[in-house]
Nanobody, 126 residues
Framework: QVQLVESGGGLVQAGGSLRLSCAAS????????MAWFRQAPGKEREFVAA????????YYADSVKGRFTISRDNAKNTVYLQMNSLKPEDTAVYYC???????????????????WGQGTQVTVSS
């Protein structure tokens, strides 16, 4: 199982940008579909973005499409989430997640992901 550690969260004003990183260890992520989820206080954890292990296809929640970009550097075993034009409603704990190798199922469902990081707090002030 891969271990994931997120970083890059913080406090930012509305309209600002942050870049989250997710460093993986224990196994290469090149064969894993990687994703970001987030959880706001009192709410369910929700899908944000994902990148498949094959073909580099990316997927986004409607709420972040056009503002967030997920990318991966397999050589560094790291996944990123570039967040632009941040809004107060983006405030949440952001989690990195990884599937098992060669996952071909859903990339937006929590149950698809076997490994999770501890999360990093993102707070957007108005």
């Amino acid at each position: 199982q891969v271990q994931l550690v997120e970083s890059g969260g913080g406090l930012v004003q509305a309209g600002g940008s942050l870049r989250l990183s997710c460093a993986a260890s224990g196994r290469t992520i090149s064969s894993c579909t990687m994703a970001w989820f987030r959880q706001a206080p009192g709410k369910e954890r929700e899908f944000v973005a994902a990148t498949r292990w094959s073909g580099g296809n990316t997927y986004y929640a409607d709420s972040v499409k056009g503002r967030f970009t997920i990318s991966r550097d397999n050589a560094k075993n790291t996944v990123y989430l570039q967040m632009n034009s941040l809004k107060p409603e983006d405030t949440a704990v952001y989690y990195c997640a990884a599937t098992t190798a060669f996952w071909a199922g859903s990339v937006t469902t929590r149950g698809s992901f076997r490994s999770w990081g501890q999360g990093t707090q993102v707070t957007v002030s108005s």
